[in-house]
Structures are given as C-alpha cells and as structure tokens.
C-alpha cells in the first residue's frame, strides 16, 4: 500500500477502491437501517396495531358480557332473549380473540400470560353465570350470591388480566411506532461523507487534468445523492405521517376506549346495586360497594370524555363526543331517579328505570355506547390510513438503496479507471 502511494496510478487504485468501499457500504448500511424501520411500520399497520385494538375488544366483550347477565338477571325468569343473546355473542367474541391474540403472541411474554389468565378464568366464570341462571328460573335467591360471585370473578381476574393485556399491546403498539420513526442517522452521515469524497476525488482530478468533469464519477456524486435525498425525504414523510397517526388515532383511542371501558363497568355495577339490595358493603360497612363502584367508574368516564373532547376537532368528531357527554348527563340524573325509587321501596319503579325501555338508565347508556363506537370506528379508519401512510413512504427504498450504491460503486471505478488508463 505505502508503495503504490508513491505513484499517481497507485494512488488512483487506493482512491478508487476507497471510494467504492465507501459507495458499498453507504448502500448496504441504507438498505439495513430502512428495512428495519419498513418492518416496524409494516408491524403497526398489520400486528401490533391490529392486537391493539383486539386487546380492546377483548375488554369490551368481557365486561359487556357482565352487564348483559346482570340485565338478564334484573329482568326476571325467563331471561329476556336480547340480553341472552347480547350474553352469548360477547363471550363468543372474547373467546375467539383470545385465540387469535393467541397465534400471535409469545405464551412467555405479559401478553401470554395474560391470555392464559383469560382461558383459564372464562370457563369459570361462564360456569358460574349458569348456575345464578339455573337458581334465578327456580326463584331462589342463591341465584343472586352466584351472579356476584361470578361478577367478583370478572371484576378481580378477568377484567384486570385484560385491562394488563391491552396496555402492554399498546405498549408494544408505541414502542413499534417510535421504532419506525427512529432517524437513520448512520446511513445519512455515511451518506454525507459519500458526497464529500466524491467531491473531492473530482476536485482533485480537476486539478491535475484540467478536466471540468468525469463522467463515471459525476455518475456515482448523481446516484449517492440521489439515495440520500430519497432517504432523508422518505424517512421524513414516514416520520410525520406515523406521529400524524400516532397523535390523531392512537391518542384519541386510547382515551375512546378508555371510556367505553368505564361506560361498561359502570353499567354492571349499576346493575348489580339492584341485584345486591345493598347486602355488599364498602370494607368500611358504611356504603353500598356497587354504588360507590357505579360512581367511580362515571367519574373517570367524565374525565376520558374530556379528555376525548380535547382531542377532538370542532366538526362531526366533536359532536360524538358532546353527544356522548350528554348522554353521561342524562344518565347520572335518570340514575338518581332510580335510587330515591328504589330507597322510597319502590323496587319494581326502580328497576323500570334501570333496565326498561324509554327513559331508562338503559337508554342513556346505549347512547353513550352507540356514540363512542361510532367514534372508535372512525378513530381507527384514520389512525390506520396515516399509519399505512407511513409505511407507504418507505416502499422499494431498501431495494432502491443496492441498486444505486451499485450504480455509484460502478460509476466510480469506471471513472478511476478511464484516469487509470490514461497511463497506459
């Protein structure tokens, strides 16, 4: 090496084949670090995100189901058939979603241990909801002690493990997010110094030849600074459509199903307070433990809605979410109707205004539900267009990436070359 510097055509060789190497590697790392981030835009758009929203659904299902065996339970034997029905269908869906997450989980990982928690505990649980059923047609109040048995089974092991299960996909969600907005910063200041070397190898020949311009290197200056720009551009439009849809869905989800999620368990709880008649008390033995879990779960129900309405613009998306809080209203007020019913011992108007038809609690529910999964539905259509997006900003420049590092590396050993043979 130290001789062949000593002469023009030695050096030309070192030059060259350190500009090749350099090309080379500018397209290979560019190639690694853009099919990484492709891979984890690819793993929002089709797993984590679709696990996301399962985890979610999941929770939904489960805890639907309580409220539906609760109303059940209220309305008397026979069970009505919608509530029957509403009962079946939830825990059909949980069921095949745990499944599904399942095929697509590590059995090792919080997500499958949390799955296994879920398989484990809903036959129990379902188990345990026959049994309030079967005592509930003969008319005996054991019926009563199995539904909050079963309800304390959902509350304490199932709801939780689903409630862990759906924050670590979430997680897992960000964390894939954050990945495939990671900046390249290895290739594009490989990419840089590509650019300076073949600006200095042409200067340098231009001091020597007088030559304005080699071809096979001005080739090889126009495709290395082709990469980077595609590089730089592409990563900058996946960048800014992925927080677009971080910051326009997910957040927006997250807050959306977070509300469902209390609009169900205060529903159940509501529900059971009538089941219970006050028989399950706080540890402090001064107040109903339904009730005060009813009031809970409104509360935060209240504070994710405003949070919802924050995120929301001034347009359709808005008006869901005030009509969601309206309902809220409407419900706390037809709620308190039905407790001074129910403490005047006028059970049966009670219950009318908790499970029956107009102006019931019921109504008021359905509609915060019916609101909030309109705007789940719409949230998740956006989230999902700007994610795929995203990953759309990154197609074919992993391949683009070898076959102009190629393009450059040719370029610029034909253009040495051509100097080379000037000494022939």
């Known amino acids: 090496m130290r001789a062949a510097a000593t002469t023009e055509p030695g050096r030309l060789r070192i030059i060259g084949a350190a500009l090749a190497l350099l090309v080379v590697a500018f397209g290979a790392v560019t190639a690694w670090e853009v099919s990484d981030r492709f891979a984890a835009a690819d793993n929002v758009v089709n797993r984590s995100q679709t696990l996301s929203v399962d985890a979610a659904d999941i ?21 009505p058939a919608e509530f029957r029905d509403r009962y079946a269908e939830d825990i059909q869906r949980a069921s095949r979603l745990l499944i599904e997450a399942a ?97 200095w190898a042409q200067r340098r020949n231009y001091r020597r030849t007088n030559r304005v311009f080699n071809q096979g290197l001005v080739a090889a200056t126009a495709a290395s600074l082709v990469l980077l720009v595609w590089l730089a551009a592409g990563q900058t439009f996946a960048r800014v ?28 709880n509501e529900n059971l307070t ?34 919802a309405r924050r995120l929301a613009d001034n347009g359709a998306e808005g008006e869901r979410v005030d009509a969601a809080r309206a309902s809220v209203a409407q419900w706390t007020a037809r709620h308190k109707e039905a407790r001074t019913a129910d403490a005047a011992g006028e059970y049966g108007t009670a219950v009318a205004k908790v499970i029956g038809g107009a102006d019931s609690t019921r109504e008021s529910f359905d509609a915060v539900v019916s609101a909030l999964d309109v705007s789940l539905g719409k949230k998740q259509a956006e989230f999902s267009a700007f994610a795929s997006d995203g990953r759309r900003a990154l197609n074919g420049l992993a391949i683009g990436a070898g076959a102009l590092a190629l393009v450059a590396a040719a370029g610029a050993v034909l253009g040495i070359g051509r100097r080379l043979s000037e000494y022939r």
């Open 103 to 199: 095929t697509h989980t590590d059995s090792a990982s919080t997500s499958g241990r949390q799955i296994t928690t879920l398989n484990e505990g809903l036959p129990v649980y379902t188990g345990l909801i026959e049994q309030a059923r079967a005592y509930n047609r003969q008319g005996l109040p054991l019926g009563g002690g199995y539904l909050r048995y079963a309800n304390e089974r959902m509350t304490n092991e199932l709801l939780p493990a689903a409630e862990k299960l759906y924050a670590a996909e979430t997680a897992r969600l960000a964390a894939d997010s954050d990945d495939a907005r990671r900046w390249p910063f290895v290739s594009l200041a490989l990419g840089v110094l590509v650019l300076a070397a073949l600006l």
């Open 59 to 79: 929770y939904s299902s489960l805890a639907d189901a309580d409220t539906a065996a609760a109303s059940a339970f209220l309305s008397g034997a026979p069970e």
């Open 274 to 307: 009538m089941v219970a008649l006050g028989s399950v008390l706080t540890p402090d033995r001064k107040h109903d433990k339904y009730e005060m879990d009813y009031r809970t779960a409104m509360a935060r129900l209240s504070t994710a809605l405003d949070s």
């Open 241 to 268: 459509d992925l927080k677009s849809a971080q910051t326009h869905g997910q957040a927006s989800l997250k807050v959306l199903n977070d509300a469902r999620i209390e609009s169900l368990k205060a529903r159940a």
